[in-house]
């Protein structure tokens, strides 16, 4: 299945979860990657959205086959986790490298 495919059925399903004006989404094909950016959210709205969001990809689930079940999902919050981008990312992408090896 073509990767293009699988990270547009996973940006669908994140923006048809209702995500704010401020939310951001990005894509980056060469990585596999998609990150959603909620500026204006905390740790407890991140996680229901996050839970939302999953329930919505495995509802979408027919599109991308087997993939919604091989997603890897983290939160970083400010300013728990990090007090900018580039160190929420890392926690974040840090958070997921931590899944990938247990």
Request: one cysteine or more.
């Amino acid at each position: 299945m073509d990767e293009r495919h699988i990270l547009n059925t996973v940006k669908a399903a994140i923006v048809s979860c209702g995500i704010k004006s401020t939310d951001k989404i990005e894509v980056s094909p060469l990585s596999n990657e998609i990150m959603l950016i909620a500026p204006d959210t905390d740790r407890v709205g991140a996680q229901a959205l996050l839970k939302r969001i999953l329930q919505n990809i495995n509802m979408k689930g027919a599109g991308i086959g087997d993939y919604s079940r091989s997603l890897i999902t983290s939160i970083a919050t400010y300013p728990e986790d990090g007090t900018s981008d580039k160190e929420l990312i890392d926690f974040a992408r840090g958070e997921i490298r931590k899944q990938m090896t247990t």
